[in-house]
T-cell receptor, first 113, second 112 residues
């Protein structure tokens, strides 16, 4: 079974802090994704990576960066946290083909105070 | 602009009856479609998919129908069970694009 593990279920940080969200997958997947989910807005893609050290911007990359130094690990970085980044963050991974669906972690509920 | 639209934010169904969740899309380049289910405080889980070369795919109680000319797909759950109560997302791929385009979801409540 595919396992996508996000480092924290709940996180509380302060405005201006640098925040790291970590995600690890155990299926040797090429693709990894970071989304945020907000009420009424569905899932919005922040960044994704299709290979080690490769990254592409999603629909809402502003205020975020990512790092993928190893194939199994994909980190999301909030450079200077702001209150509008309070959200549920979801990490996913998938194989390189369309018929290999994305598998998600359980999410990190991040609150910025 | 929403390329994948789930026009019903919520749906309520009696246990044992059929649930039909609908999804419309605007991009004619979409060629692979997926349905995901999401419980509160959990990540989405993959449910069923369909390629544009098919018009139906079935997996147990779940069937997805695709009408390319109408740019419409639907998910049928028969019979519906209380454990099916969740938010259902429709999503689509276009060609070689790695990005999955998501609808906003439909919240299904199956009442005992």
């Amino acid at each position: 079974d595919v396992k996508v593990t996000q480092s924290s279920r709940y996180l509380v940080k302060r405005t201006g802090e640098k925040v790291f969200l970590e995600c690890v997958q155990d299926m040797d997947h090429e693709n990894m994704f970071w989304y945020r989910q907000d009420p009424g807005l569905g899932l919005r893609l922040i960044y994704f990576s299709y290979d080690v050290k490769m990254k592409e911007k999603g629909d809402i990359p502003e205020g975020y960066s990512v790092s993928r130094e190893k194939k199994e690990r994909f980190s999301l970085i909030l450079e200077s946290a702001s209150t509008n980044q309070t959200s549920m963050y979801l990490c996913a991974s998938s194989g390189q083909w369309k018929n290999q669906p994305q598998h998600f972690g359980d999410g990190t509920r991040l609150s910025i105070l | 602009d929403q390329q994948v639209k789930q026009n019903s934010p919520s749906l309520s169904v009696q246990e044992g009856r059929i649930s039909i969740l609908n999804c419309d899309y605007t991009n004619s380049m979409f060629d692979y479609f997926l349905w995901y289910k999401k419980y509160p405080a959990e990540g989405p889980t993959f449910l069923i998919s369909i390629s544009s070369i098919k018009d139906k795919n079935e997996d147990g109680r779940f069937t997805v129908f695709l009408n390319k000319s109408a740019k419409h797909l639907s998910l049928h759950i028969v019979p519906s069970q209380p454990g099916d109560s969740a938010v259902y997302f429709c999503a689509a791929y276009a060609g070689n694009n790695r990005k999955l385009i998501w609808g906003l979801g439909t919240s299904l409540a199956v009442n005992p």
